[in-house]
């Protein structure tokens, strides 16, 4: 059976993939809920990321090499809003690594009391949507859209964070994604 992906769908960035076993069956729903995914604090301590459900798409797909392993390296790709089958090697296109350890030439994240930046290694050549999902100290979760508009290279979101450990999503349309941890 071919893998089901979940999605963020306003950047296409694969966040999961299951490839079901047995006898073919019609597909769960995998976005009923918001997708948790999990990081590790810098104390050690695990901090969830959550994804919004409503950010959230899924789509059978084509296996490839790595899609299990390092999904954010993968992008989906949709005509007229409905997925198609083959998924997209995001920049830089290199699927080994993971997402806490990306290839080099990728989005940076910086995490500030009262801001996170999210930086590209190069100029955006067309506006790009932006996904930032903020977790860690005291509980705090945050999701936050934006663009980094065309000729640019960053986009700040404004936070007011506590003292603590967190983690940073950061999907950038094109780009792979990449989880940034910080002691603030």
């Known amino acids: 059976m071919r893998p089901i992906v979940v999605y963020a769908t306003r950047t296409f960035h694969v966040l999961g993939a299951l490839t079901l076993t047995g006898p073919a069956r019609t597909p769960p729903d995998l976005t009923g809920a918001d997708f948790p995914l999990w990081a590790g604090g810098d104390d050690g301590v695990p901090i969830p990321l959550t994804v919004p459900r409503t950010e959230l798409g899924q789509a059978v797909v084509a296996d490839q090499p790595g899609l299990h392993r390092v999904p954010l390296a993968f992008g989906v790709q949709e ?21 806490l350890l990306p290839p080099s030439g990728n989005v940076t994240v910086g995490l500030a009391a009262a801001e996170v930046t999210v930086t590209l290694p190069a100029d955006a050549e067309a506006d790009l949507e932006v996904l930032l999902v903020v977790g860690g100290a005291g509980g705090t979760q945050r999701s936050e859209t934006g663009q980094v508009p065309k000729g640019e290279r960053e986009k700040r979101f404004r936070m007011n964070l506590s003292p603590g450990s967190y983690a940073a999503l950061a999907l950038v349309e094109t780009w792979r994604g990449v989880v940034h941890q910080a002691t603030i």
Not at 79 to 99: A, M, T
């Open 79 to 99: 005509v007229n809003g409905v997925p198609r089958p083959d998924l997209r090697l995001l920049q830089p296109g290199d699927p080994s690594g993971g997402p």
